[in-house]
Every structure is written in C-alpha cells, then in structure tokens.
C-alpha cells in the first residue's frame, strides 16, 4: 500500500506558475505508474498528466504545452509544473498512484488562478 500526500496548491494570477508534489510513502514507489488529476466545482474528476513507472508521460490536450510531469525515484516524489496558468485550470488536484489492480489517492490541493 502506499500513501500519497500533495502539497504546493494556492492562489495563482492568470499567467502565473505553480509546482506541484505528491510525495509517496508505505510501498516501492519506483514501480508505480503516478497521475495527477484535476476536479472542478460540478464537473468529474479528469486526468492532467500521467507518468509510467519507466519515465513514458501523457498529457490531457488542455494542458499540452503548458504542464510537466516528472518524478524523483529517489526522493518517492512524483511534481507537476504547471506554467501559463489559466482560470480553467482552477480545481481540486489530486495525485493518484497505479500498480496492477491496485490505485491509490491523495487527499488533493486546491488550485486557484485568479486576478
């Protein structure tokens, strides 16, 4: 089992940057496929960005070019840059970590980009 806690959310003006970090505890982090996710007021929950366990990444069309994901094995932490911030981009972002049939959540930052 692993645990997974974020850190690095707030109050952003559009335009402005922010990272995130999940730091992940309990298991063999290296082995875990990791993905931030984003859930707005009233809409689901959407992938942002996903990382395999071997470095391969993905990224949701809206956030192409302006989000990086990255992990530190070393230091069981998986980040997400998230430049060019915009007022769409505002939710609830929540780190998620995969192994097989097994899935595991953080409890979220809240992200705000707003003037």
């Known amino acids: 089992q692993v645990q997974l806690v974020e850190s690095g959310g707030g109050l952003v003006q559009p335009g402005g940057s922010l990272r995130l970090s999940c730091a992940a505890s309990?298991?063999?982090?290296?082995?875990?496929?990791m993905g931030w996710y984003r859930q707005a007021p009233g809409k689901e929950r959407e992938l942002v960005a996903s990382i395999t366990n071997l470095g391969s990444t993905n990224y949701a069309d809206a956030v192409k070019g302006r989000f990086a994901i990255s992990r530190d094995n070393a230091k069981n932490t998986v980040y997400l840059q998230m430049n060019s911030l915009k007022p769409e981009d505002t939710a609830v972002y929540y780190c998620?970590?995969?192994?097989?049939?097994?899935?595991?959540w953080g409890q979220g930052t809240q992200v705000t980009v707003s003037s």
């Open positions: 998620r970590g995969d192994y097989g049939i097994s899935h595991y």
């Open positions: 309990g298991s063999i982090f290296r082995v875990y496929n």
